[in-house]
């Protein structure tokens, strides 16, 4: 409902109408929080139908926002809309993991160079504060913490570089190895869990001295490590993969 403001006829929204688009807002952004942690770590079979019914029925929505979130998902890379037929996750091949973690790696080891030139002692610190909570989660064995809280290190790394357009294709692939990078920690063969937290220690040592060469080679490196872990993952028998702590 509008009304206007006195001897002017210029209309004003009123604030139940304001407090509603907020709360719309702000629903749409919980239930696509909630569907993407639901698809990246695994509870759908790669290449597997999404579940739309059973989805509605957890999440306690009808089928329109589901499906307004699930095109959020698809622009991001992680299912893939089919004519009339609903959706599926994302099924990415051998060779697809090894390109894009390979881009990763570039766009991640120039993001590290760059913001060491350009980041401020707040950042560092903030960054500083993600790793001791992502550090707490591994203590704990969270995955679930742990992978947001690693994310957000990456990212608050890429946003530091202040480069606008890497930040935009870093963001276009992200969310595309997303899935596979929350399963590569739990490869066996590399104890990759472990190993992941470790090159974080050696990326906050980095940052902290703004050594731009070394926090480069770090990050692609970590990312490359990352892509051998993915793949192995991927390549072990279903019966043999370790569950979820």
């Given at each position: ?11 004003i929204?009123s604030?139940?109408?304001?407090g ?7 629903l749409?952004?919980e ?10 770590e695994?509870n759908?079979?790669?290449g597997?139908?999404v579940?739309?019914?059973q989805l ?7 089928r ?8 959020v ?7 893939e809309l089919?004519p009339?037929r ?9 060779r ?12 991640e080891?120039?993001a ?13 610190t ?29 990212e ?15 963001a276009n ?5 997303r ?16 190993e ?18 070394e926090?480069?080679?770090?990050l692609f490196?970590?990312?490359r ?9 991927l390549?072990?028998p ?5 569950a979820?702590?």
């Open positions: 409902m509008k009304s206007t403001i006195p001897d002017s006829g210029v209309p929204a604030p139940a109408t304001n509603g688009e907020r709360q719309e807002a702000s749409h952004g239930i696509l929080l909630r569907l993407r942690d639901y698809v990246v695994g759908i079979p790669e597997g139908r579940p739309e019914r509605c029925e957890m999440l306690g929505i009808s329109t926002p589901l499906r307004e979130a699930l095109k998902l698809a622009a991001e890379g992680l299912i089919l009339n609903g959706a599926r996750v994302r099924q990415l091949s051998q697809d993991l090894e390109e894009l973690f390979d881009v990763m790696a570039g766009l080891s120039l590290g160079r760059l913001a060491c030139e350009a980041m401020t002692d707040a950042e560092i903030a960054i500083e504060q993600l790793h001791y909570e992502m550090y707490g989660h591994y203590l704990h064995r969270d995955m679930h913490g742990y992978f947001q809280t690693n994310q957000r290190i990456h608050s790394i890429v946003t530091a570089a202040r480069n606008a357009t890497l930040e935009t294709a870093y692939f992200a969310g595309r190895i899935r596979v990078r929350y399963s590569a920690n739990f490869a066996r063969k590399r104890q990759r869990w472990a992941a937290m470790r090159e974080h220690e050696a990326i906050l040592d980095a940052l902290r001295r703004r050594a731009g060469s926090l480069s080679d770090i490196q970590h990312l490590n990352k892509r051998t872990a993915a793949i192995e993952h390549t072990e279903q019966e043999d993969a370790p979820t702590p």
